[in-house]
Nanobody
Framework: QVQLVESGGGLVQAGGSLRLSCAASGSIFSIPAMGWYRQAPGKQRELVARIISDGTTTYADSVKGRFTISRDNAKNTVYLQMNSLKPEDTAVYYC????????WGQGTQVTVSS
């Protein structure tokens, strides 16, 4: 079983930056895929970025060029660097890990003011 704990959310002005962290309870080296999703009020949860074990990354079109996902296997942590934030990025951000099942963290709130 994998436990995930997100941190790094907060309130930031448009154009600012935040870095989210997702700490896993065990080694992430063997986890095939980890990702960040977000859910804004009244909207469905959507993929923001995903990274697989070989380092290949995938991004939602809305965040390409602004967000960067990375993983540090030594620290069992996945990061989401978010730059040039926009008000429409406001959401609860969730980390997930895909093994034989899908694990989710509890989420961290990101609020971008205009």
């Amino acid at each position: 079983q994998v436990q995930l704990v997100e941190s790094g959310g907060g309130l930031v002005q448009a154009g600012g930056s935040l870095r989210l962290s997702c700490a896993a309870s065990g080694s992430i080296f063997s986890i095939p895929a980890m990702g960040w999703y977000r859910q804004a009020p009244g909207k469905q949860r959507e993929l923001v970025a995903r990274i697989i074990s070989d380092g290949t990354t995938t991004y939602a079109d809305s965040v390409k060029g602004r967000f960067t996902i990375s993983r540090d296997n030594a620290k069992n942590t996945v990061y989401l660097q978010m730059n040039s934030l926009k008000p429409e990025d406001t959401a609860v951000y969730y980390c997930n890990a895909v093994v034989t099942t899908i694990y989710w963290g509890q989420g961290t709130q990101v609020t971008v003011s205009s």
